[in-house]
């Protein structure tokens, strides 16, 4: 059965740091491409970041410098390292995975993360 299973959300301040952990089953980690989406309320689902096979990251402009994903193969989980934490950062977080061969895409189920000021 693949599940997609993520951790790690909570509340904080303004200018805190929070870690988002996700861990996929059901295919080889190795050859999984992983990302986090965010969803805040009224709001579109939004890409925040992605690393593929080779720990190739990416990120959308407004996390740039402040948040970091990670990925250890031995641990079969990837991270979403998030400091400098603000408000418009609240938002439903989501592990997406996608196997680099092919075949559906798997969502978690969201963890919230809420900055207060």
């Known amino acids: 059965q693949v599940r997609v299973v993520e951790s790690g959300g909570g509340s904080v301040q303004a200018g805190g740091s929070l870690t988002l952990s996700c861990r996929p089953t059901g295919d080889f980690f190795s050859v999984l491409t992983m990302a986090w989406h965010r969803q805040a309320p009224g709001k579109q689902r939004e890409l925040v970041a992605s690393?593929?096979?080779?720990?190739?990251?990416n990120y959308v402009d407004s996390v740039k410098g402040r948040f970091t994903i990670s990925r250890d193969n031995a641990q079969n989980t990837v991270y979403l390292q998030m400091s400098s934490l603000r408000p418009e950062d609240t938002a439903v977080y989501y592990c997406?995975?996608?196997?680099?061969?092919?075949?559906?895409?798997?969502w978690g189920q969201g963890t919230q993360v809420t900055v207060f000021s």
């Open positions: 690393i593929n096979t080779r720990r190739s990251a």
């Open positions: 997406h995975r996608r196997n680099i061969f092919g075949g559906p895409d798997y």
